[in-house]
């Protein structure tokens, strides 16, 4: 069973740090895929990285995919209130069938 | 502007009764997606139909669960009977699959919650 684990779970930080979360996994995806979710809403995509250490930029965030294709980082500098929600990462795996990790909960204190 | 639409927003039930969840996909997307999402378990796949035709519903619970497309503008989910650890929210999503490489954007609805008692 291909899975993806998300770290931290939760984290909370003050407006203006930096941060870092994680998507791992100890299977091979031939992409993956952010996305962040607010309350009461679905998710919506941020950013497809397909190609091994890839990196992508979106203004304050970078997303790199690992070089084995088998993790993703998500990186915000200088975090806002606007970027409290949940990060997903999801991975196309076998069959094209995505798979989502259960986030990262985010909460950015002004 | 397209967006996918989820009806009801809200339901809540008493165990056994039968729910139907509905979905408008966005016109032109040729793959629907029925997920489940709560805090134990994340967003969960149920279903998937790519040009109405179910590809995969290995995620469901066949005993209960229903998914079905009866024409390219509404998906539905049917559960029959409820339980009450049906409860959660359920997405539908919407998208186009490319021939190669990697996946299309999946388009969310803004989910229904249930709530079985």
């Known amino acids: 069973t291909q899975l993806l684990e998300q770290s931290p779970q939760f984290l909370s930080i003050q407006e203006g740090e930096n941060l870092t979360v994680y998507c791992n996994s100890s299977s091979v995806f031939s992409s993956l895929q952010w996305y962040r979710q607010e309350p009461g809403e679905g998710p919506v995509l941020l950013v497809t990285?397909?190609?091994?250490?890839e990196v992508k930029k979106l203004k304050r965030l970078t997303f790199q995919f690992g070089d084995a294709r088998k993790d993703s980082s998500l990186h915000i500098t200088a975090a806002q209130p606007g970027d409290t929600g949940l990060y997903l990462c999801a991975g196309a795996g076998r069959d094209d069938k995505i798979i989502f990790g259960k986030g990262t909960r985010l909460h950015i204190l002004p | 502007d397209a967006r996918v639409t989820q009806t009801p927003r809200h339901k809540v039930t008493e165990m056994g009764q039968e729910v139907t969840m509905r979905c408008q996909p966005i016109l032109g997307h040729n793959t629907v997606f029925w997920y489940r999402q709560t805090m134990m378990q994340g967003l969960e796949l149920l279903a998937y139909?790519?040009?109405?035709?179910?590809?995969?519903d290995s995620g469901m619970p066949k005993d209960r669960f229903s998914a079905e497309m009866p024409d390219a503008t509404l998906a539905t989910l049917k559960i029959q009977p409820s339980e009450p650890r049906d409860s959660a929210v359920y997405f539908c999503?919407?998208?186009?699959?490319?021939?190669?490489?990697?996946?299309?954007?999946?388009?969310f609805g803004p989910g229904t919650r249930l709530t079985v008692l």
């Open positions: 999503a919407s998208g186009l699959v490319r021939s190669s490489g990697a996946p299309g954007e999946q388009f």
């Open positions: 139909f790519r040009n109405r035709a179910p590809l995969d």
């Open positions: 990285v397909v190609t091994g250490g």
